[in-house]
């Protein structure tokens, strides 16, 4: 298990890869507008993941909520035939960086 500092460095990690797909999402002409909002509620959920995760419950706690909301981004995504593969691609980097974390809490 990952000590709390090290859990808040990957958190910092999955974000970085959540803004970038979120500006992939919103960068994509094709992309419709439930996907572009499940992804940036994803992104908003990476913020609040770096705000709240002082001791290490709250930081698991943050980890598996940042994970349903990377769930939900990446179906939204697998299901948008607009999106491209640029975006899509970037959801699903997203989505793995958090569920491989969630592994290791």
């Known amino acids: 298990m990952l000590a709390t500092t ?12 959540t803004a970038a797909a979120l500006r992939a999402a919103e960068g994509d002409r094709g992309a419709s507008v439930v996907t572009v909002a499940v ?6 959920k990476a913020d609040k993941a770096g705000r709240n995760s002082d001791g290490d419950g709250a930081a698991r706690d943050s980890v598996i ?3 349903q909301a990377g769930d939900s981004a990446k179906a939204a995504a697998e299901a948008d035939p607009g999106l491209g ?3 899509l691609d970037a959801v699903q980097a997203a989505h793995l960086a958090i569920c ?6």
């Open 65 to 67: 909520e940042l994970e």
């Open 85 to 87: 593969a640029e975006a």
């Open 6 to 17: 090290d859990i808040m460095t990957r958190l910092s990690e999955v974000k970085v890869k």
């Open 39 to 44: 992804v940036k509620e994803f992104d908003a």
């Open 100 to 105: 491989i974390l969630k592994t290791e809490v």
